[in-house]
């Protein structure tokens, strides 16, 4: 089934913290919160164009740290929700925050109005790589709030990030582990990008950073999104959802930047079975997949195919075919 999810931003509302790499105004393309009336109009002019057939809708406050609002303000923006919740139009409400923001008393608030899944911003499992990232909270915090979020009834989302300042490979790595260890019911998987008016495009800028590349992080993400899925854990997104004026030029300084990043994962962790699914045919080489994975299987600018045919040594057809399973089924990445 499909999850239909409604953004609500709220960028910086509730956040402590500056952290080095943020801009949610940039991230999100809103400049402000919405009021109470404007989220419930957001909802319903979402949900009346919605197909009902399979659908299962969400309510999703995203961009800044939900829990860390002021109460009134919280309890303000949930009551703008909780209605739809109530008549069954909305199947779950989804907020984000982070570790060191989740209390007894605020995970009561959100369990009285309907909320069902919380994720945290928890980026790293290194507190070196959270120190130099500006986070102001530790990999002990998230493992207290993991399991506090999971104790209360609450689906656990995880969200983490490659690339930060002091980070390598293997500590992303690790820090996937962990994530897995506290069993979450989705993941999402953010590179590392230079935003304008940050604290890390001031350390670009003066060379003390420098970001991941695009091959690197796609090739460092495939790893990832393969050890998650292997346990279970779908991963929902990879890459920001770019808003309009991320997309315009110089929004994003340097960094692995991409409109199509999780489908550039995607068809990198597609290539290795196809170079066993070959056909020879004489002339060329056919390979079938479900007409939903032909893009992935081809890849971006036909990179796939260039490697098929190299390792193949003749041409290659990729065919479209019913019959074929879909390689990463509806819980694959990009589904916001």
Same mark, same amino acid.
């Given at each position: ?30 400049? %402000? #919160?919405? @009021?109470?009336?404007?989220? !419930?109009? +957001?909802? /319903?002019?979402?949900?009346? $164009? ?13 961009g800044g740290s939900f829990t860390a609002i002021p109460i ?27 570790? %060191? #923001?989740? @209390?007894?008393?605020?995970? !009561?608030? +959100?369990? /009285?109005?309907?909320?069902? $899944? ?50 390598? #490979? ?5 820090? !996937? ?103 020879d045919c004489g002339d060329y080489i056919k390979i079938r ?48």
């Open positions: 089934m499909r999850i239909y999810h409604i953004p609500i931003f709220v960028p910086h509302k509730g956040c402590p913290h500056d952290c080095a790499f943020c801009n949610q105004k940039k991230i999100t393309g809103a400049h %402000d #919160a919405p @009021t109470p009336k404007e989220a !419930a109009e +957001l909802i /319903r002019t979402a949900l009346s $164009t919605m197909k009902q057939s399979g659908r299962f809708a969400e309510a999703a406050f995203f009134e303000e919280q309890e303000a923006l949930l009551a703008a929700a909780y209605p739809f919740r109530v008549s069954g139009e909305l199947d779950g409400i989804r907020v984000s925050t982070r570790p %060191d #923001a989740i @209390t007894e008393e605020g995970l !009561a608030l +959100l369990k /009285r109005y309907g909320v069902t $899944t919380i994720e945290l911003g928890i980026q790293s499992m290194d507190n070196a790589v959270l120190n130099a990232s500006g986070r102001g909270h530790s990999a002990e915090d998230s493992l207290r709030a993991a399991r506090l979020v999971k104790d209360f009834g609450f689906d656990l989302g995880v969200q983490m990030m490659t690339g930060l300042p002091e980070d390598t #490979a293997e500590k992303d790595r690790v820090t !996937a582990e962990k994530l897995i260890a506290m069993q979450p019911a989705c993941a999402r998987i953010y590179p590392t990008l230079v935003l304008r008016d940050t604290e890390l495009y001031r350390r670009w800028q003066e060379g003390s950073y420098q970001p991941q590349g695009l091959e690197e992080a796609v090739a460092l993400c495939a790893e990832l999104y393969q050890m998650f899925q292997n346990q279970g854990i779908p991963v929902i997104r990879m890459g920001l959802m770019a808003s309009e004026e991320i997309c315009m030029d110089g929004a994003v300084a340097a960094g692995p930047c991409h409109p199509a990043f999780g489908e550039l994962v995607q068809s990198r962790i597609f290539l290795e079975p196809l170079k066993r699914l070959g056909t997949v479900n007409p939903r994975d032909v893009s992935r299987a081809v890849g971006n600018r036909k990179r796939n195919l260039a490697a098929l045919e190299e390792h193949y040594g003749k041409p290659v057809r990729i065919w479209p075919d019913k019959e074929v399973p879909c390689a990463f089924g509806a819980s694959s990445a990009g589904r916001d």
